[in-house]
Nanobody, 126 residues
């Protein structure tokens, strides 16, 4: 059974940092395209960052480029999202996602991902 469990969210002041973790089980992380989506109240779900199986290719939303870094550790079956210089507009529920990889493409449509965690709340105060 595929499971993804996020942790590391919380309340932080503007300019602060958080590191989200996503512990996975039930599948081999190295064979999956993985990443993070977020959803703020009243807004559509947004692809934040994605990474392919080899780790050579990544995607970042324009709004987080230069501030967020995605990584994966196959040995620990865990993915991470390091978030620096956080802004109030980063406030959202963050979800980790996974989908079997058939190529090196990084689909940004959330419908592509069939495995989701329950989410972790990130709140950035001004």
């Amino acid at each position: 059974q595929v499971q993804l469990v996020e942790s590391g969210g919380g309340l932080v002041q503007s300019g602060g940092s958080l590191r989200l973790s996503c512990a996975t089980s039930g599948f081999t992380l190295d064979y999956y395209t993985i990443g993070w989506f977020r959803q703020a109240p009243g807004k559509e779900r947004e692809g934040v960052s994605l990474i392919n199986t080899s780790g050579c290719c990544t995607y970042y939303a324009d709004s987080v480029k230069g501030r967020f870094t995605i990584s994966r550790n196959g040995a620990k079956n865990t993915m991470y999202l390091q978030m620096n210089n956080l802004k109030p507009e980063d406030t959202a529920v963050y979800y980790c996602v996974a989908s079997p990889a058939y190529s090196d493409t990084l689909p940004t449509n959330y419908n592509h991902y069939d495995s989701w965690g329950r989410g972790t709340q990130v709140t950035v105060s001004s």
